[in-house]
């Protein structure tokens, strides 16, 4: 079946470091793919999406790039600050399904 | 900004006891979605409702779990015989029917059986 794997954390950073969190998936056909966050004591939010191969979803100054050829979607950004200190998770919904499925979430903590 | 609501936020109870959650999407989204998220795990699909018809059920909705969605708006999950396995966050969802998935989550209700 379709599934999320994500880098474990804790990932811990300085201000204005490069972050990088890695997603990998499997899926049959060509599922959209999702990065949510989750910021402290608030709701889940859509980051950003790709709906097809060699897409780029980028949102706020995060961006992931849909990878089929290493099933990747890895997210990526350039100067993290310390508001971006949340739960990141990687999410895809397959072509079939209208559900979303999570990985099991990547935490973030920024460091003035 | 009127997102996806949920009632009540914490509920806490006592093994064998029953439970009703509501939810209340974004008013013009025609899906609604119900999700747990036990800790430290991403969020996993139950059930979801296009307008009020239940259309997906999830393996991890036993027969305790009832969700419904009577005249297409908000939506309830009720537990039956509460267990401690129970114990997690429940989120719920909505969406349109022309992008589903562009799903907008409400903040959740953290359920502790006890």
């Known amino acids: 079946g379709n599934s999320v794997t994500q880098m474990e954390g804790p990932v811990t950073l300085s201000e204005e470091a490069f972050l990088t969190i890695n997603c990998t998936y499997t899926?049959?056909?060509?599922?959209?793919l999702f990065w949510y966050v989750q910021y402290p004591g608030e709701g889940l939010q859509l980051l950003l999406k790709a709906t097809k191969a060699d897409d780029k979803g980028s949102n706020k100054g995060f961006e992931a790039t849909y990878r089929k050829e290493t099933t990747s979607f890895h997210l990526e950004k350039g100067s993290v600050q310390v508001s971006d200190s949340a739960v990141y998770f990687c999410a895809l919904s397959g072509t079939s399904y209208d559900k979303v499925i999570f990985g099991p979430g990547t935490s973030l903590s920024v460091i003035p | 900004d009127t997102g996806v609501s949920q009632d009540p936020r914490h509920k806490i109870t006592k093994r064998g006891q029953n439970v009703t959650f509501r939810c209340d999407p974004i008013s013009e989204h025609n899906r609604l979605y119900w999700y747990r998220q036990t800790l430290g795990q991403g969020p996993e699909f139950l059930t979801y409702?296009?307008?009020?018809?239940?259309?997906?059920k999830s393996r991890l909705l036993s027969d305790r779990f009832s969700a419904e969605r009577p005249k297409g708006s908000f939506s309830t999950l009720e537990i039956q015989r509460t267990e401690q396995g129970d114990s997690a966050m429940y989120l719920c969802?909505?969406?349109?029917?022309?992008?589903?998935?562009?799903?907008?989550f409400g903040p959740g209700t953290r359920l502790t059986v006890t």
């Open positions: 409702f296009q307008n009020e018809a239940q259309l997906e």
């Open positions: 899926a049959t056909g060509y599922p959209s």
């Open positions: 969802a909505s969406s349109l029917t022309r992008s589903p998935h562009e799903q907008y």
